[in-house]
């Protein structure tokens, strides 16, 4: 079983900058993919950005030049960096990681539990 505890988020005002981090922890041999979705009110789940274990990355519209997703392999853990935060950004941001538990069992698909992010005046 594998766990994602995402970490950082708040209420801020627009045009500051803040790092979500993820840790992903248990049965795990290789994280393949990793990275971030959000949901805002009212709206779907959407990708925000994602990197793979060949630091392959795939960065929605919304991320482009606003935010950034780096990784720390040691620590099975990446970070979404956030600058000039709009109110627009508001949404619960959560963690998704793909697993390969152990060594050539099938992959799993896991999310963190989501942590918000308020954008306001």
């Known amino acids: 079983q594998v766990r994602l505890v995402a970490s950082g988020g708040g209420s801020l005002q627009p045009w500051v900058s803040l790092r979500l981090a993820c840790v992903a922890a248990g049965s795990i041999w290789c994280i393949t993919s990793q990275g971030w979705y959000r949901q805002a009110p009212g709206k779907e789940r959407e990708l925000v950005a994602t990197?793979?274990?060949?630091?392959?990355?795939a960065n929605s519209d919304i991320a482009s030049g606003h935010f950034t997703n780096s990784r720390d392999t040691a620590r099975n853990a990446v970070y979404l960096h956030m600058s000039r935060l709009k109110t627009e950004d508001t949404a619960v941001y959560y963690c998704n990681a793909i697993v390969e538990p152990e060594l050539e069992y099938p992959h799993t698909d896991n999310w963190g539990q989501g942590t918000q992010v308020t954008v306001s005046p």
């Open positions: 990197i793979d274990s060949d630091d392959s990355t």
